[in-house]
């Protein structure tokens, strides 16, 4: 069986996956936060540089093949390309397969991938800019960062919209080694790869010279410094009354004691956001 097309729609659940934790002052305190891993942006608010990138280190035959990226594929294999193997489509299939980003292979992995195949040309039909607009919101940065808004916040201190075609180019290089996080360590080999892909591009033509001398002068990405907190706890002995109130009344785990499973302020990227209005004071 096939997912429903549909889930473009219904996902995220909520626009910002974060969980706050409230006081009853007048003027409500936090109790506990944890900040958004995930913002969403309504589709016509996605830059225009964000898609550009996005298609240039992707996918660059996205708006002129159905679905499968067959052409880049071939390239990929002769190495003459600068984008990815897979394309954006057939990404968003595969994200349609997966449980929690853990591939699930029911009955073998060819028979896996065919589906993810014939699926993609079946979301193809939902609208180009609709699939982009899902990519741009769900694809994974690195860092806890899903979605180009939490990306582009997380490491530039900005709004999507403001992004340059540079610092958009850099985080399109993310998608495919998020766990390289240009924040701390990862800083050299990030820019590395980002100069590989501006430099390549270049020479097909994709950016002009205005566009890679800006992309390629010296400060062109200037990565915000600090780490970002996962979890504030401004008042411990209060969040634990309100994490055994929610247990009974709710039946929802803010934390889990078994070491194996998560509760919503420990997940990696909660499927939503919620905020608790306490009567605490």
């Not at 699930?104 to 180009?128: C, F, H, N, W």
Request: glycine content about 6%; hydrophobic content about 35%.
């Amino acid at each position: 069986r096939f997912p429903d097309t549909k889930f473009l729609d219904r996902f995220p659940a909520t626009p910002s996956n974060e969980i706050t934790i409230l006081s009853n002052d007048e003027k409500p305190a936090e109790i506990a936060r944890k900040p958004a891993s995930r913002l969403e942006l309504k589709c016509e608010d996605v830059p225009e540089n964000v898609k550009r990138a996005l298609i240039l280190r992707e996918d660059q035959q996205y708006y002129s093949h159905g679905g499968i990226n067959t052409t880049g594929k071939i390239r990929n294999l002769l190495k003459l390309r600068s984008s990815g193997a897979s394309g954006i489509t057939e990404q968003v299939a595969k994200w349609a397969f997966t449980e929690r980003g853990k591939l699930v292979v029911r009955k073998g992995l060819m028979l896996q991938k065919a589906k993810e195949v014939i699926y993609a040309t079946e979301l193809d039909s939902y609208g180009k800019e609709k699939i982009l607009c899902f990519y741009a919101n769900n694809a994974y940065f690195g860092d806890r960062s899903y979605g180009i808004e939490t990306a582009a916040e997380n490491y530039f201190g900005k709004n999507a919209k403001d992004l340059t075609l540079a610092e958009a180019l850099f985080l399109a290089v993310l998608v495919k080694a998020p766990s390289i996080n240009p924040k701390n360590s990862g800083y050299k080999e990030q820019i590395r790869r980002y100069e590989r892909l501006i430099d390549s591009l270049y020479n097909e033509g994709m950016l002009t010279d205005t566009e890679y001398k800006e992309c390629s002068r010296k400060n062109a990405i200037e990565i915000k410094t600090g780490k970002k907190q996962f979890l504030y706890q401004d008042y411990p002995d209060s969040l634990d009354v309100v994490i055994e109130e929610v247990n009974r009344k709710f039946r929802i785990k803010l934390f889990d004691p078994d070491p194996n499973l998560q509760g919503l302020l420990e997940e990696h990227d909660p499927a939503f956001g919620i905020t608790i209005r306490t009567t605490i004071l």
